[in-house]
């Protein structure tokens, strides 16, 4: 089988057609450039070059040859500076989790900044919960994750993205929906409140709780839902208060009146990125770098 070196030197000797002057491009001497020549004839078993003392011209199969060669050679080209951006992380793939909320919050900035540094890399999203993101990134089949704070082993790593605040989700007829200021929480104590899941949305049930307790109040738990848009729908619907991200206002819903609140921690909600710490996904490490 021909070599690309036997390649090269075809071209250059086809679009010189001086083997001193192919030589000289190629930065070789010309007695190994007509070696390279003779053993490509000779593995193709036909003459691809008329020489003579004074000329060189192609053959009518080494006109042929020349197209295909060219062709070869650019892809063999195409070939390594695709690994060699692979390698970088500068090309490839990396598959995203995120939870519902995120993507009102962190995950708009994540993608503009792939987007920005890493064009040639494919972001492959993935809505999930949680624990769902935690279990994909396990087995392989995430790269990177957006969860809330949550305990995990000693091959994942997470690094905190961001921190805002919870607003209150008020039905616009509701007692609560209007008025100046801060809403204390114990505006709260006996209200109907729609709840998140313990098992689904263990982070916000959890938080949630903490927040109920130190307040001192014993809202009237009517619904357990695990998605945020969920809660909405159900508050649009005039079931009962929700307590969301503050980036979850961004959702529209004609029913739905959102307040501040007062709060001893004005930024309690966390999101997290995660990851495996032996994943080998160059774009990974690259886009982390990034962020």
Not at 25 to 34: G, K, V
Not at 72 to 80: D, G, K, N, P
Request: hydrophobic share 45%; with cysteine; net charge neutral.
């Amino acid at each position: 089988m021909f070599t690309l070196a036997q390649l090269v030197s075809f071209v250059a000797v086809a679009e010189e057609l001086h083997f001193t002057r192919a030589a000289a491009r190629l930065r070789m001497t010309q007695p190994p450039l007509s070696r390279q020549i003779q053993l490509l004839e000779h593995e193709l078993g036909v003459q691809l070059l008329d020489r003579t003392n004074r000329t060189v011209r192609l053959t009518p199969a080494g006109r042929a040859f020349l197209n295909e060669a060219r062709t070869i050679l650019r892809q063999s080209e195409e070939a390594t500076l695709a690994a060699k951006q692979v390698s970088a992380g500068r090309a490839g793939a990396i598959a995203v989790g995120f939870t519902a909320a995120a993507a009102y919050s962190a995950l708009g900035p994540l993608l503009a900044v792939a987007r920005s540094v890493m064009a040639c890399t494919e972001i492959v999203l993935r809505e999930k919960v949680t624990r769902d993101q935690l279990e994909a990134i396990t087995e392989g089949s995430l790269d990177l994750g957006m969860i809330r704070p949550s305990s995990t082993g000693p091959d994942l790593e997470t690094r905190p993205a961001i921190r805002e605040g919870l607003i209150a989700a008020v039905p616009r007829d509701h007692p609560l929906a209007t008025g100046d200021g801060p809403l204390p929480m114990r505006a709260f104590d006996g209200q109907d409140v729609l709840m998140y899941s313990p098992v689904e949305a263990r982070y916000f049930h959890e938080l949630l709780v903490s927040i109920f307790r130190a307040a001192q109040i014993a809202p009237r738990f009517t619904q357990y839902l695990s998605q945020v848009h969920s809660l909405l729908a159900m508050v649009n619907a005039g079931w009962g208060v929700a307590f969301v991200p503050e980036a979850a206002a961004q959702m529209r819903f004609s029913g739905i009146a959102f307040r501040s609140l007062e709060l001893a921690d004005p930024t309690p909600v966390e999101l997290h990125l995660v990851w495996r710490r032996v994943n080998d996904n160059p774009a990974l490490h690259a886009l982390l770098r990034h962020l």
